[in-house]
Nanobody, 122 residues
Framework: QVQLVEAGGGVVQAGESLRLSCAASGLPFISYAMGWFRQAPGKERDFVAAISWNVWSTFYASSVKGRATVSRDNVKNTVYLQMNSLKPEDTAVYYC???????????????WGQGTQVTVSS
């Protein structure tokens, strides 16, 4: 059974940082690209960042580029999202996901976590 479990969400002030993590189990982690998505209330789920299986490639949404860093540890089967200079518009539920293909398309992603809430107050 594949499980992706996010952690690290919380309530922060604008300008602060958070590091999200996602622990994977039940799948050959090194075979999958990993991505982060987010969904704000009343909005669609949006792509945030992705990292290839071999960490050589990363890709970011324009809304977070320069403020976010995605990384992974293929020994710990964990992917991370470091978010700096957080803004109120970053408030959302953040999801990690595993994909056969590296990219931003939601349809690439086969497995999804349950999400972790990030709330940024102004």
């Amino acid at each position: 059974q594949v499980q992706l479990v996010e952690a690290g969400g919380g309530v922060v002030q604008a300008g602060e940082s958070l590091r999200l993590s996602c622990a994977a189990s039940g799948l050959p982690f090194i075979s999958y690209a990993m991505g982060w998505f987010r969904q704000a209330p009343g909005k669609e789920r949006d792509f945030v960042a992705a990292i290839s299986w071999n960490v050589w490639s990363t890709f970011y949404a324009s809304s977070v580029k320069g403020r976010a860093t995605v990384s992974r540890d293929n020994v710990k089967n964990t992917v991370y999202l470091q978010m700096n200079s957080l803004k109120p518009e970053d408030t959302a539920v953040y999801y990690c996901a595993a994909a056969d293909i590296f990219g931003a398309e939601t349809g690439y992603y086969k497995y999804w976590g349950q999400g972790t809430q990030v709330t940024v107050s102004s």
